[in-house]
């Protein structure tokens, strides 16, 4: 394991399992335990070797607090594909916006043929390459599940009180922003708010759905929290400071994409001049920073006018050798 890499324990009765630094599928889970009587867990794993592994590196401490409780924070696979690795009597809820869009993506089967391509398309020059060789970056050597995972079985509309044993979880949503149904748990009695992807921490943020004026309403929410530590979809747990910095990259990229936008510049060339620009130096050591491509091309197209909505699968390959392009050119 790398460093931080593993189970974490954040607050009384209250687990990380980090996955550094928090590129594609590298998914931070959570774990809330009333001892003596129940647990929650938070988000599962796409890759089926670390879904296995979280659950056994949790099993000691839910001896006494059986998993009654599972969360999927959003409609993204490496957020939710590891759901068949909890106990079959366990309750998974997520909002109701997710759950729509957990039966409109593509399962994992469908994904696995797909990266296979990939790899296969990895060495031909031009867009089918890139895509190919972006498709093997997004897949990352994980494993994927043979068939679709279980579904939840509960969900809500905005917000929502879960009691696990004695010990309160509030949920909200707050999306559409990265994903049409994002979603946060908030533990009072420990300071900790679970945030999926709606944080991005030293890791760079996608947008897919949009609008990016909901994420930043979404950090403003969190940032009125006042939380103690906050646990993100993908990078460290982190504080405050962290929050804020992820707005100052929306916000930048609000602003100086749409300058570019209004200027013509097409939306590839855009994201490049901007990663060469100096505003985006304290950005710049993220990883996976080519994905500012990927948000470019879902904020131009609601600048054009199109509603937000989840991306099809045109528009993931469209962005995909777009950023693919980027990385074999070294820009």
């Known amino acids: 394991m790398s460093a931080g890499e593993g189970l974490e324990q954040i607050a009384d009765g ?6 550094p630094p928090g590129s594609w599928g590298q998914t931070n889970t959570g774990l809330i335990v009333d001892r003596g009587a129940a647990s929650m867990v938070v988000d599962t794993v796409w890759d089926t070797g670390w879904a296995k592994r979280v659950a056994s590196a949790t099993t000691l401490l839910v001896t006494d607090a059986p998993i009654t409780e599972v969360l999927n924070t959003h ?3 490496d957020h939710w594909w590891g759901n068949d690795t909890v106990p079959a009597e366990a309750r998974i809820t997520t909002s109701v916006a997710s759950f729509e ?3 409109e993506e593509l399962p994992p089967a469908a994904v696995t043929a797909f990266a296979r391509l990939g790899r296969l398309a990895g060495p031909v ?3 089918i390459g890139d895509v190919g060789t972006y498709m093997n970056t997004v897949r990352g050597g994980a494993r994927f599940p043979r068939k679709l995972p279980r579904l939840p079985d509960h969900t809500f509309e905005v917000t929502e009180r879960i009691d696990v044993g004695a010990r309160q979880v509030q949920l909200r949503y707050l999306g559409p922003a990265h994903t049409a149904g994002d979603l946060i748990a908030h533990v009072p009695d420990a300071g900790v708010v679970f945030a999926g992807d709606l944080l991005f921490i030293g890791s760079t943020p996608i947008l897919w759905h949009g609008p990016l004026t909901n994420w930043m309403d979404a950090l403003d929410h969190l940032i009125a929290l006042d939380a103690a530590v906050y646990v993100p979809g993908h990078g460290p747990i982190c504080g405050l400071d962290e929050v804020r910095k992820l707005r100052a990259y929306w916000a930048w990229v609000d602003a100086a994409g749409r300058q570019h936008f209004d200027a013509g510049v097409e939306s590839v060339h855009a994201a490049r001049n901007m990663m060469a620009s100096p505003e985006f130096v304290p950005f710049a050591k993220w990883c996976s920073p080519e994905r500012l491509v990927l948000s470019m091309s879902t ?5 054009d006018g199109k509603p937000a909505a989840p991306p099809t699968l045109v528009r ?3 962005a995909f050798a777009a950023a693919g392009a980027m990385l074999r050119r070294g820009k």
């Open 299 to 303: 904020l131009y197209r609601l600048w």
């Open 101 to 103: 869009a957990m039966k």
């Open 14 to 19: 209250v687990w990380a399992f980090l996955r």
């Open 316 to 318: 993931r390959v469209a």
């Open 125 to 127: 020059l031009g867009p």
């Open 75 to 77: 409609s993204d696979g």
